[in-house]
Structures are given as structure tokens and as C-alpha cells.
């Protein structure tokens, strides 16, 4: 980085200077004006190596420009791709665990069953961690004020105990990967 | 890209320009060998045009050559970082997984826990096929020549009717996500 800053740094300065010479040269054009001027091939050389100098440096900056354009936007890019990489590994697994979640509302009738289920509920929550350490939030739902952008109604009531524009009861959980929705909460609203 | 290209060739046709009439001003000193050489201000001039020339010319190509560099190198990246971006979730999900089938393993003796197996099985066979689809597989073992990269030998059986070096149980699955070994699969090989 510090060599690059450098290397723009020398270009601007030659730029500037060429522009100071090229206006010198075009102040003495004019008080030759009438005349042809005489030109020697020192002469002719010597603006014919400023014009190429000029482009040289001209062109640099442009690529110079580019190089920096493109680092930023890759840097960008990466930062975005990192942040919600596990999201379609995520999308997959959400139907499962709502199937999860239905079986693990079974109501035992025997000691067997109430084993199983409380193996499964370990197994349930473990993988609800491994989602966690990656950025899934549940979204909140009873209690908040619907928000469309994180809520989907699918029912209305009318309940007196609850504020107009509440979520009342949570019908499938919605879940945000970081600051991005993955899916809304499916709810049930107070007109 | 065809853009740039173009400003490449231009450059190295530049560049060649140059190297010419610098071998042509050390022969001139050379023959002047022993005299003061007489130079003039537009001799001096021109040498020191064209020396800056040269060093911005040279500069541009070291630019493009770094823009390039880390263009093919982040396209490397992002490749590699798409490829595998599950990995750090599969990872987690491992032992889940592994306590899930230990789970399924349970001998039902009621038609209830029956039941229930059987709807985990099928939530089961969702969270594995969710982590084929990010490209997880398992690693193949009983019957498979023992590999050191793959299979993680802690038993040894001596068992005529296998071959040699052959792994004879799975103790616990391995996983590969793509062509990267998640973790290798825990065997019994016949010694």
C-alpha cells in the first residue's frame, strides 16, 4: 500500500509539472502568432517526449485508478459472501426443523417414547447452536408489534387483552441471518 | 480486458522504443571517450524526458502487472471461499448428526415410539440430504482398501475372510464436503 501511495504520489507531481510546461509553450505560440514558428528536431523531440510523458502518466493514473476501484469493491464483496455464507445451507435445513420441532410435540404415553424424546430434544437443540454460531436468530413474535418486513399475518382477531396491531400467537417461527430475513414468522394479528 | 491489453502492448512497444535510443546514447558517448562532451539544454532536456518516460513507463507495467496478479488471485479466492462457505456450519452439525442416528438406533417395544422413529427418520434423511445439496458426502469404508486420508484405524481385527489392509467396520462415518475431508471415518482394519 505504502509503495502504491508513493508511486501516485511522483505521478501526480510530473503530471502537474507537464501542465505548468505545455501552458509555457503555449504562451510563446502566441507571441509568435504571424510567424512561422522555426521549429528545430531538438525542439520537435522534446515535445514529442512531454506528449508521450503526459500520456504515460495519464494512462498510469487511470490504471492505478482501477486497481483501487477493483480492491475496494472486492473487499466488499468478500465481507457480504462471509457474512451470510451459511445462508442456503440454512434455507435447507429451516423445513426440517420445523418437522423437528412438530415430532418433539408428541405427548408420551410411555417411558420409551418420553426417553426418545428427551434424546431428540438434545439432538434438536444442538443443531439450533451450530445455527446460532453462524448468525440464525428466531424472530420475535408475541407481544411485538406486527411488522411486515419480519411478520406474515395469516389470521386476525379481534382480542381486547391485546394492543390493535399485536402479534397474538406464533403459528411457524420466522428466522433472520444476521441483519437479513431468511424467512418471515407465519402469526396471527390483533385488528 | 480488451481495454487494458491494448494498453499493455502499446507500453511494451514503448518500452522497446526507448531501450533503442538508449543504446544509441551510450555508443555516442563512447566515441566521445576522453572529450568533454559538449550538451546542450535541449540535449539535456530530451535525455532527462526520456529517462522519465522510461521510469513511468516502467511504472505502468509493474501497476498492471499487480492489478493482475491480484485480480487471478481473487478469483482464486473467491472460488475456494464459495466452494466450501458450508464448512463451518457442517462442521457443527457432526456431532448432531452423529447423536441423531444413535437415537434412531432405538429399539421401539410400542407402537407410539414406532411412530415417532419414524417421523425423525424422515427428518434425519432431510438434514442429510440439505448437507449433500452444499456438496457433503459421506466417505465410503467396509470393503475399501484402508486409506490413511479417509479412514482413522482404531481397531485392528485379524479376519481371513477380508483382505489385508481393508477396513472391515465403520465406527463412526466420515465426511468429505466436495474434495476436502471434513472429518475421516473411525474404522476396524483387518491387519
Redesign the interface.
Known amino acids: 500500500m505504502k509503495h502504491?501511495d508513493q508511486?501516485n504520489q511522483?505521478?501526480e507531481e510530473?503530471v502537474s509539472n507537464l501542465d505548468t510546461e505545455s501552458d509555457d509553450s503555449v504562451e510563446f505560440e502566441a507571441e509568435n502568432s504571424g510567424f512561422e514558428p522555426e521549429v528545430?528536431a531538438?525542439?520537435a523531440?522534446?515535445a514529442e517526449?512531454?506528449k508521450?510523458?503526459e500520456e504515460?502518466?495519464q494512462?498510469?493514473l487511470r490504471?492505478?485508478a482501477?486497481?483501487d476501484n477493483?480492491?475496494r469493491r472486492?473487499r466488499e464483496?468478500?465481507a457480504a459472501?462471509?457474512k451470510y455464507?451459511?445462508m442456503?445451507?440454512?434455507e435447507?435445513?429451516l423445513?426440517?426443523l420445523d418437522?423437528?420441532e412438530?415430532?418433539l410435540q408428541?405427548e408420551?404415553?410411555?417411558e420409551?417414547?418420553a426417553n426418545?424424546?428427551s434424546?431428540?430434544s438434545?439432538?434438536y437443540r444442538?443443531?439450533q447452536?451450530?445455527?446460532k454460531?453462524?448468525g440464525l436468530e428466531q424472530i420475535d413474535t408475541i407481544g411485538q408489534t406486527f411488522d411486515p418486513n419480519l411478520h406474515q399475518a395469516v389470521m386476525q382477531v379481534e382480542d381486547e387483552s391485546f394492543e390493535k396491531n399485536t402479534v397474538v400467537e406464533e403459528l411457524q417461527k420466522g428466522y433472520r441471518l444476521k441483519d437479513r430475513v431468511v424467512r418471515p414468522a407465519m402469526v396471527k394479528v390483533n385488528a
Chains 1, 2 share one sequence.
Do not use: H, W
Open positions: 502504491e508511486i511522483q505521478t510530473e528545430t531538438e525542439e523531440r522534446i517526449l512531454e508521450q510523458l504515460s502518466s494512462r498510469l490504471v492505478q482501477d486497481y477493483f480492491r472486492t464483496e468478500q459472501s462471509l455464507k451459511s442456503s445451507l440454512i435447507q435445513l423445513p426440517a418437522n423437528f412438530r415430532a408428541f408420551s404415553d410411555n420409551q417414547t426418545l424424546l434424546g431428540m438434545m439432538v444442538q443443531i447452536e451450530a445455527c454460531n453462524e
